[in-house]
């Protein structure tokens, strides 16, 4: 039909959206601009830069590093699943570098685009389980690990996390708070004692309510406040 129907059909469907609503909704008005032809599927890379956190820099794998960090993890965020530029994760980053991760056994979950976990290993961790329901993301955890030459000593699982079969050293969660309460039903049994658990994706509103639950089984060490967000370090004792 062309570009005109195109825009006289969003027209219409927005007049009766704003006919029918319960809510104001303003004009809703449509408006069409021209753009000079680009390079999209490589303009974006220009607002990506390397990300440095203490020691650890997250670097988009197609730029050079060329900072102080002696740790340097590369990321291929063309997937979307995680890039080190939000708060949660980069205090996620900040907090792990507490912890003495030579040879220890962690477990990364919602691990995104691997960057926590990934992290983890080129920390001196020697065994990273990467979990995520989303099929795409552990694609990517997978492809960055390669990426990052780790992959040989990360493990990737692709669904729901059964916790009652393995214990680990070292758990880093950014989640939310809903689903960091409910997990916290059997995280705990699968922290080795004198273990870490990372967890963060806290508003500030519902922070003191988690760290109120996972009080129960664990110590606070560090709390971390960036922007709307919170992270936390607690230890197993």
């Given at each position: ?18 006919e029918n609503s319960a809510f104001p ?34 670097v988009p794998c197609w730029l050079k ?25 980069a205090m996620c980053v900040s907090l ?142």
């Amino acid at each position: 039909f062309g570009k005109d129907f195109e825009i006289e059909s969003l027209k219409h469907s927005l007049d009766v959206f704003r006919e029918n609503s319960a809510f104001p909704t303003g004009s809703l008005s449509v408006r069409v601009d021209s753009v000079k032809d680009s390079d999209w599927a490589n303009e974006w890379r220009k607002y990506y830069h390397p990300i440095e956190r203490e020691n650890v820099a997250i670097v988009p794998c197609w730029l050079k590093y060329g900072g102080n960090c002696d740790i340097k993890v590369f990321i291929d965020p063309g997937m979307a699943f995680g890039t080190g530029r939000h708060e949660t994760t980069a205090m996620c980053v900040s907090l792990l570098q507490k912890i003495d991760l030579n040879s220890k056994i962690v477990l990364d979950i919602g691990c995104g685009s691997g960057i926590l976990g990934i992290s983890a290993l080129k920390c001196g961790a020697k065994h990273c389980v990467m979990s995520d329901i989303d099929s795409n993301a552990i694609i990517s955890a997978r492809e960055n690990s390669q990426l990052n030459g780790v992959s040989e000593s990360a493990e990737f699982v692709c669904g729901n996390l059964n916790l009652s079969e393995n214990r680990y050293d070292v758990v880093l969660a950014n989640l939310t708070a809903d689903i960091l309460l409910r997990l916290f039903e059997t995280l705990p049994e699968a922290v080795n004692s004198g273990g870490y658990v990372v967890i963060s994706g806290l508003i500030h509103e519902r922070a003191d309510e988690v760290l109120q639950k996972y009080s129960e089984k664990f110590k606070l060490v560090e709390r971390l406040c960036e922007g709307e967000w919170q992270a936390m370090l607690l230890n197993k004792e």
